[in-house]
């Protein structure tokens, strides 16, 4: 299978090679087509941080293993990671933690199995980069969370806890303070729930997850937010 690799900005590359030469050893079936992709094609005048023929060659082969790509704290280019995601509405950040072998943690020792999925909404709320100055001394974020959007990564996260043989999922939100927007989002996810009646479906605010994740991630099998 052939692939579209973008190295990335400052230690994007070194990485790239790194993995590469992994995956070479590994003899992984992969052929490698690279691409122009990153802050350095920005500065060149391509306002999405990729040339032509490098969008239409990723959408091509369907599959983009890209390295760190650059993005200026501050004033400064837009970011070439979210703008991407955008142009191909990857709405989905699915990222897996499980238990390694030869890899000792507290929870290892213990004979506790971490295998814990977070899939997070990846393209709207404070990621629209909608801003601007109210006054000089006033900044002003939007950030927008819709009905089709949440349905789309819940739906998501629901399909995927099915396939790996979940338990649990379980909504990450702040619906206790952003009770409009954080709370369409809960409503989705209970709608959604309504749907698979064999997942044991239920939410917790994030403050509380984040403590859970880091002394009982045990108790967690999908996590969608």
């Known amino acids: 299978m052939k692939i579209a690799v973008a190295k990335g900005d400052g230690i994007g590359p070194e990485i790239m ?13 992969l052929d490698y087509e690279y691409v122009d992709m990153g802050k350095w094609v920005f500065d060149k005048g391509f306002s999405n941080g990729m040339t032509p023929e490098s969008q239409q060659t990723i959408e091509n082969l369907g ?27 990857t709405y989905a950040n699915k990222r897996v933690f499980q238990t390694l072998h030869g890899v000792d943690t507290v929870f290892s020792k213990a004979g506790i199995p971490i295998d814990v999925t977070v899939v997070r909404e990846n393209i709207e709320d404070t990621y629209g980069g909608i801003e601007h100055m109210l006054t000089h001394d006033v900044a002003l974020s939007r950030r927008f969370i819709t009905r089709p959007g949440s349905l789309q990564v819940i739906h998501y996260a629901f399909e995927m806890a099915q396939k790996k043989n979940a338990k649990r999922i ?3 939100h702040k619906a206790n303070i952003m009770k409009i927007t954080d709370g369409l989002f809960l409503d989705c996810f209970y709608e959604v729930a309504k749907e698979y009646p064999s997942l044991k479906a239920d939410d917790v605010i994030v403050d509380d997850l984040c403590m859970k994740l880091v002394t009982r991630p045990d108790l967690f ?3 969608v937010l």
């Open 170 to 172: 379980t909504c990450g």
């Open 63 to 89: 599959i983009l293993f890209k390295g760190p790509m650059e993005t200026p704290k501050g004033k400064g280019v837009k970011s070439v990671n979210v703008t991407a995601r955008k142009t191909w509405n």
């Open 17 to 29: 090679e790194a993995v590469l030469s992994i995956f070479k050893a590994s003899k992984v079936a």
């Open 221 to 223: 099998d999908v996590v």
